[in-house]
């Protein structure tokens, strides 16, 4: 009598293995399109709404996309990446008109506050800043009443706020800022300790030393500004 057992076929040992790399390529691929759709959307709702806060952007795309899941949420830096290509599309000459009257107007204002070691960071030297974004400047000062009785000597009406920044790895301090309107813009003043100068603070997009430039930086970036819209002419 023949031993039916010895002759059922076998399930080739390969077939399973190739099925569970291929599906969670796949999750990867579906994980990765939902970053870039909550990308774009985050960017979107900034360029329109003047959101300036990634994570609020993040959230408020997030809700609207349906999507909950957090391995799905892109980084700041993704979010910036698309900001700066939705900006390219559509608005194009207008940003980049907004952007040079505020980087002129940051030219001023750093000279103005030349005493207090200022340098311009933020969207304004990015390339991001629209027409919500204020001028966003650091200045130095050990005296925390310098700042305040500088603008009041010169008749500049400023509101007091408070901003939580991260100064290195380890350290974050809430750090005195004054808001006030120049020239129709709105300007955003953060006073840091002298030492501050030294190495800048963590930047909220990818937690590097933030960029920021003297009056003599900003200077040189106006005028390959300048030539770069000629050339372009």
């Known amino acids: 009598m023949s031993n039916t057992s010895n002759t059922r076929p076998h399930s080739p040992p390969h077939t399973h293995t190739h099925a569970h790399p291929h599906a969670h390529q796949h999750a990867q691929t579906r994980v990765r399109e939902r970053r870039q ?6 960017a979107r709702l900034m360029a329109e709404n003047g959101i300036r806060d990634y994570h609020q952007a993040k959230q408020k795309a997030a809700q609207r996309l349906g999507i909950l899941d957090d391995a ?51 969207p304004v030297l990015e390339g991001t800043a629209d027409a919500h974004a204020p001028v966003t400047l650091h200045l130095h000062s050990d005296d925390a009443d310098a700042v305040p009785r500088w603008l009041d000597e010169h008749g500049i009406p400023a509101q007091a706020r408070s901003r939580r920044l991260r100064l290195d790895r380890e350290r974050e301090a809430d750090v005195p800022t004054w808001l006030f309107c120049a020239e129709d813009l709105r300007f955003d003043a953060t006073v840091l300790p002298l030492d501050g100068l030294r190495q800048a603070p963590l ?30 002419r």
């Open 37 to 42: 759709r909550l990308a774009h959307e985050a």
């Open 72 to 122: 799905s949420l892109p980084r700041n830096r993704e979010i910036d990446d698309a900001l700066r290509a939705y900006q390219r599309l559509f608005l194009g000459e207008r940003q980049q008109d907004g952007l040079r009257l505020r980087r002129a107007a940051a030219l001023r204002a750093l000279l103005f506050f030349e005493c207090f070691e200022p340098r311009l960071v933020g």
């Open 203 to 232: 930047s909220g997009i990818d937690a590097k030393p933030m960029r920021r430039a003297s009056a003599t930086q900003l200077r040189a970036l106006l005028a390959a500004d300048e030539i770069a819209d000629y050339e372009h």
